[in-house]
Every structure is written in C-alpha cells, then in structure tokens.
C-alpha cells in the first residue's frame, strides 16, 4: 500500500501528474455542476456515461498546453485557465438558475443594454453551493502553497505533450462520435442548447457558439435579394383566411398593448390566502366584451421580453440565442405593428419606465417605426419610484398618462410593466397580499408583485373609463413570459397542487394571460391554442388591415384555419392533443407519454415547428426584408425619428391645435389627469 501512495505522489509530483490531477478535479466539479447546477435532461446510460466523460477532452487540450511550457509557469498558467473557465461555469450557473439556458456570445455582446438592472437579480440568484466550482482551483493552490505538490522545472520530452494533445483530440472524437450515434445531427440540426451541453459540454457548447455566431454575421452581408423568394411562397402556401366575422370591427379605434411582466394565466383567478391575487385582471378576464384566450403560450428564448416585443409586433420568432432587438433591431429591416399602422394614420408610442438602452429599445424602436418612445427621460425620477428594472407600476402608468392624453387619435400605445420582474421583490408600504409559503424565496414573493401589478392596471383602467377613453379604444393584454422557470418545480407543485410537477407541466404552465378587451366587442373563453407569434395578425384584422402580402409566421387567432400547433424557441410544442419535450411526446389531454402517436405524425408536427423557426431565423439573420416589397408599405428610414425629449414635447404641443384629436385637445386643453386616482404611497398627494 506505502508503495502504491508513494508511486501516486511521485507521479503528483511530476508536471503531467499535476495536468491529470487538475483534469480529474475539473471533471468531478463540472459533473456536480450538470447534476445539481442545471436540468440537462439526461437519459440513459450513454447520456450518463457522455456527460461523466464530456469535460474531459476540452480541458486535457487546455491544460495540456502547460505541458509546453518550462518550469513554474507551465503552473501558473494552469492555475489561470482553471480559474478563468470556472468563472465561465459560475456565471452560467447564475443565468441558466433564471432562464434555464447557457449564455452565448450573442448575449454578451448585447449585455450592455440590460446591465444597469443586473445586480439586485445577481444577489437574489446567487447561492452559497455555487461557490463550490472553485474549490478544485483552491485545492491545487494549496496543495502547491504547502508544497505538498513540488513544482517539477524539469524541461519535458516534448512527445510528451504531442501525446496528451493527440489524446485529447482522439477522446474528443470519440465523445462526438458516441454522441451522434444517440442523438444524429448533434450540431447541424438543434433548436435547444441543453442536447449540445449533455452530449459534449460546455466548453465545447463555447466553441460552438462562437462557430455559430461567425457564421451568422456572414449570412447577412452573403445575402441576396432571391432569398426571399421560398420565405414568399411558404407564406403564400400556408396563408390562413382571417375570421371575417371579426374583422374591422375595431377599425379606428385607439390600440393599447399593455405588456403584463411575467405574469403566468395560472394567476388568473388564482387565491391565496383567501384573496383573489388578480382580482382586476380576472373582472376583466370574465367580462362580456373581452376575448380571453386560455390557452396562449409565450414562445420567447433568451431574449425574453424583447423576443416577446419581437414576436408581438412584427410575427417573427425571437433568434436561438441572445436577443435580435440587440443584434439587429438598429441596422435591420422590419415591417413591424407601428410601422404598418403608423402609415394607416396612427400615433405610435411606446412606453417604459427605463433607460432609453434597456434592449436597444432606443435603436430598434426606430427601425419599428414608433413616432414616440416615452422612456425613463421622460418621468420624474426619485429613488422610491424604482424597484429592479424601473419605475413601479402604479407610478409609471399614472405618468404615463399625461403623454396619453396628448397623444393624436387614433393610436397605437404599448406600455412596458415592470414591478412583476425577477427577483418579486416589493417595499412592505405597497404590499396587500402575503407571501406564499412554499419555501422558495424566489416564488413566495411572485403573489406580491402580481398583485400590485393587478391593482395599477385597475387604477388605469379606471382612468379610461372617466375620460372616457375606453369607449373608443381596443385594450390588449398580454403576459410576455413565464415568471417561475422550471427550476422551481418543487414550489410550483405546491402553488398549483400538481405533485411530481414535471416536464410537461412546465410545457402547459408557459400559458400566460391574453385579453382583447373593446367596448361591444363580441368577447368569451376562447380555448384555441395560440402564442405571442400570432398577435400581429389577428389585432391587424380586428382593426381591418389586410396581412397577405405580409411575411408573418402566426394567423388569426380567431379563424377557423389557424394552426393549433404552438412553437417553442428550443422545437418543443403543444397542441391541443400532443405536446413535445425534448425527445418525449405527451398526451396532452392526459399528461401521459403517448405511445401510439405514430412516426409520421411526429415527423409531420415536428417538421412544421422547424420550418418555421428554421425560415424566421432566416429572415432576421439575412435580414430579407429589405428584399421584400410590401405592397402600399414604405420602408422606415430610421434618420425620421428622434426620441430627444425637447423634440417629442414640441411635437406634442403642436398636435394640441384647435381642431386637434387628441383627447387633451377635444377637451379644449384641459388635462384630465385629475381624473387619475391611484393609490401609491410614494406620491405626495397620497400621504
């Protein structure tokens, strides 16, 4: 036994001994990481096995190159790249305990846009188990400190090294191999990063992205004009007739999009506490002229609430990672909601209670054509009036108002929520509602915020009842994305009372809230099966604008043709009777995995959610909408715009004109914020 020790020590003590001992602690800190860090799906004893060996090939190559070296530094850069690759494993453990997904250099790259509001999430997600990954660095720090590892200064043969490199690079072939024999066109044909990071791992999942990111910016600058032309006759193809009965019955009617921040539909007349959580939105929800849609999806990916906005506005699926706002909202062409009803005489405005940057909003609004964006520039500002990611809500909307009534009728006004934001955090004065007592600190505080989110959308409501704004409006609202991410089943099994809340669950329970609320509107519980991708086309026949030369990938709600087929960013989908998750097909009636759902079905349902993602990915990436020619619609030309506020305010006062059609104007310039009445205790009034 002595000299079994001995021989390990001796070999410890030798460059490639400390090399093999730095990849073995890599590899087990990394599989604690897949286990208990991140849901990758692993199924099987070969996903088993793929995952235990898949760090193994990327950091022997890494660390092998220490073995190039000569003496101490041949250590310290180790130590380095060790350090360095656990700060990246530490931060995707942070943002994949959120958004159950790995970061992308596209993410990075437009991290700048969301940064100011990333701390207070940071500390609410953080962990004291995370700081774990590091303790393989610490231990070959002090194995070397307290010399109980001795540096070996020796110059190596350099076979040596060749031969580790070599190794490396065959274990690596092989782990590819294994891996394209489980799941076939690993790397050329998927929609969910999780398959990328299981089969070959993260460090090779890096790699990937950055491939994938290249390639992307040469399609746009590789693209021509007939590329648009199979996007066309798909469109062409699978064109869905709109509900006729529906439409142009909001012709001329002011729009409201009001943009409910991760509310889930399950808080639609959901109690706690023996206290209706949403009770407005529920009033709402029942009332005889709102369509209530049940089940409507969110179908965003990593960017969230700017895929949402993406989908809402212009029919087209959010990218595969980060977020197209970023990466191409200000050079790129769009035929998006504001820029269509801008030129069929609208007012178009956007508001938010932030940064003009938060999501490139400031650029990519520009490119969508919105005559107006009303950002945190535009409010007064005090420290109590934010939480998270900008102004409460009860506060934002009540200022919101004062732009509201100068905007020129009809318009188009979409107002951004935020106080519903991760972490659920709220000041004890402006809560009314307890905690729920799951345990789960990130979910127990979800019914607070909800709840004060309900209450500021009553307040507004409110408002446009006395000024009488509601008569001549059509209100929509929608939830943008989940709120609690699959990462917190255990205390959505107790919210909802699903035990073993599982997969599928977590497939169903993306519904979230979408209402269509206008004075005589013939409304009800709609059960089809829909998502965000598929807003554009029904308000645009609701307000009797024709969309068949448009290139959209949603239809009407509300035809009898649409397609209940719903995509999600990653290829999953549900319908009315299958929903998919990763590779496993559900009853969706029962819950249950279907087994008697046939091969060709599968192909058939599967092909249809690729093809259209695969088709709006190619739209965005090549941007091809600068090819496609829009009967009766002028491109925006983005120098049109400015969101300077001097400029806006002069603008306003202008529209106040004598015959003006504003509602500030109609009331000879008389405001009707009075009319206003919140109860937020942050306003002096209100003290």
Not at 27 to 44: D, H, M, Q, R
Not at 518 to 542: A, F, Q, S
Not at 635 to 655: H, I, M, W
């Amino acid at each position: 036994m002595k000299r079994i020790t001995k021989s390990i020590s001796n070999f410890l003590n030798t460059r490639l001994g400390f090399v093999i001992l730095a990849v073995f602690l890599y590899t087990l800190k990394t599989i604690y990481a897949y286990e208990n860090k991140f849901n990758l799906g692993v199924k099987g004893s070969i996903q088993t096995f793929l995952m235990i060996i898949n760090p193994i090939p990327i950091m022997l190559l890494l660390f092998g190159i220490a073995l190039y070296m000569k003496g101490r530094k041949s250590y310290i850069f180790l130590l380095i790249v060790d350090f360095l690759d656990t700060v990246w494993l530490f931060s995707n453990i942070l943002y994949y305990r959120e958004f159950s997904d790995f970061l992308t250099m596209v993410l990075i790259k437009g991290s700048g846009s969301v940064s100011n509001n990333l701390g207070k999430s940071i500390m609410g997600i953080v962990k004291p188990t995370d700081f774990l990954v590091f303790i393989d660095v610490l231990v070959l720090i002090l194995l070397l400190a307290f010399h109980v590892i001795k540096m070996d200064v020796k110059r190596l043969n350099w076979r040596i090294p060749v031969l580790v490199s070599s190794l490396a690079v065959l274990l690596f072939g092989a782990n590819l191999t294994l891996a394209e024999s489980d799941r076939s066109q690993l790397l050329t044909r998927t929609f969910d990063n999780n398959y990328i990071v299981k089969y070959l791992g993260l460090n090779v999942f890096n790699i990937y992205d950055m491939v994938k990111t290249t390639k992307t910016n040469a399609v746009k600058s590789q693209a021509k004009s007939s590329d648009i032309d199979s996007i066309e006759k798909y469109m062409k193809n699978n064109y869905v007739q709109p509900n006729v009965e529906y439409s142009g019955v909001a012709k001329g009617k002011n729009v409201f999009i009001i943009h409910l921040e991760s509310l889930q539909q399950f808080m639609i007349d959901y109690k706690w506490d023996g206290q209706e959580v949403t009770p407005n939105l529920n009033k709402i929800y029942h009332e005889n002229d709102t369509l209530s849609f049940d089940n409507f999806f969110n179908q965003v990916g990593q960017g969230k609430t700017a895929d949402a906005e993406l989908m809402l506005e212009n029919s087209l699926f959010g990218l595969s990672e980060g977020s197209a706002m970023v990466t191409d909202g200000t050079s790129s062409t769009f035929q998006a909601a504001p820029a269509i009803l801008d030129q069929d005489g609208y007012t178009t405005a956007s508001f938010h209670g932030d940064v003009p940057s938060f999501w490139n909003r400031d650029n990519t609004y520009k490119s969508w054509g919105y005559d107006y964006f009303f950002s945190s520039n535009y409010f007064k500002q005090k420290k109590d009036y934010n939480v998270g990611y900008g102004m409460k809500d009860k506060i934002f909307l009540k200022d919101s108002a004062k732009y509201i009534e100068q905007l020129p009728q009809p318009f188009y006004a979409k107002l951004i929520t935020v106080t519903n934001h991760y972490p659920y955090t709220l000041d004890k004065k402006n809560q009314s509602i307890s905690k729920t007592k799951t345990g789960d600190s990130t979910v127990d505080g979800y019914v607070q915020t909800a709840h004060y989110l309900d209450q500021s959308i009553g307040e507004f409501m409110n408002w446009l009842k006395e000024t009488g704004l509601e008569k001549n409006s059509m209100v929509v609202l929608y939830g943008d994305h989940y709120g609690i991410s699959n990462n917190h089943n255990k205390a959505m099994a107790k919210l909802t009372g699903i035990k073993g809340f599982n997969d599928f669950n977590d497939a169903q329970y993306q519904r979230v809230p979408f209402m269509i609320h206008m004075d005589g509107l013939k409304g009800g519980i709609n059960h089809t099966y829909g998502g965000e991708i598929d807003v554009l086309p029904t308000l645009l026949n609701l307000l009797g604008i024709d969309n068949k030369n448009m290139i959209q990938f949603g239809s009407d709600l509300l035809s009898s043709e649409h397609s209940q087929v719903v995509a999600f960013r990653n290829g999953d989908f549900v319908s009315p009777t299958v929903t998919k998750v990763g590779s496993t097909y559900y009853n969706t009636k029962t819950g249950k995995v279907d087994k008697n759902i046939s091969q060709a079905e599968k192909s058939k349902l599967s092909n249809k959610v690729t093809t259209e993602l695969s088709l709006s990915d190619r739209v965005i990436n090549g941007d091809l909408l600068r090819f496609h020619k829009l009967p009766g619609f002028t491109t925006v030309n983005t120098k049109d715009y400015s969101y300077k506020k001097s400029k806006a305010l002069k603008k306003l006062k202008k529209a106040q004109k004598k015959n003006g059609t504003s509602l500030l104007a109609q009331n000879d310039n008389k405001s009707m914020l009075d009319l206003y009445q919140t109860d937020a205790p942050e306003l002096s009034s209100n003290k």
